[in-house]
Structures are given as structure tokens and as C-alpha cells.
């Protein structure tokens, strides 16, 4: 899948710390990496999916 599009964001309480970014500008999908290897592989989420895996991880 082509990412060169993505917009990356990383949570704003991670300050300057290395955690997961986030692309969710992306057409049906939302894309997460990990910020200390930005060219290396990326998980690829559809919105659904994506909400689901939050909405988890929010609650446990």
C-alpha cells in the first residue's frame, strides 16, 4: 500500500518521546508505525477497525 500521502501524527502527550504515529488522512484506511522507524512497515486499520482497537484500549 502506498503511505507517501499520510499525514503522521504522534499523540500530544508524548512530547519529544518515541511512540506509535498515526495517518488517518488516508482513503478507507488509517495507518500506525512506530516513530523510531518511520521508513520500516506500517499496521494498516480500517476506520472501523481502528475505532475498535481504541475504543479497547480505552477501556482495559
Do not use: I, Q, Y
Not at 499523540?11 to 520500516?40: F, H, I
Amino acid at each position: 500500500m502506498d503511505l507517501s500521502s499520510a499525514a503522521w501524527r504522534k499523540a500530544t502527550r508524548s512530547g519529544n518521546t518515541d511512540c506509535v504515529e498515526v495517518a488517518d488522512n488516508l482513503p478507507r484506511v488509517v495507518a500506525v508505525r512506530d516513530s523510531k522507524d518511520p521508513a520500516g512497515p506500517a499496521l494498516v486499520f480500517s476506520p472501523a477497525g481502528w475505532r475498535s482497537f481504541v475504543d479497547f484500549v480505552k477501556r482495559h
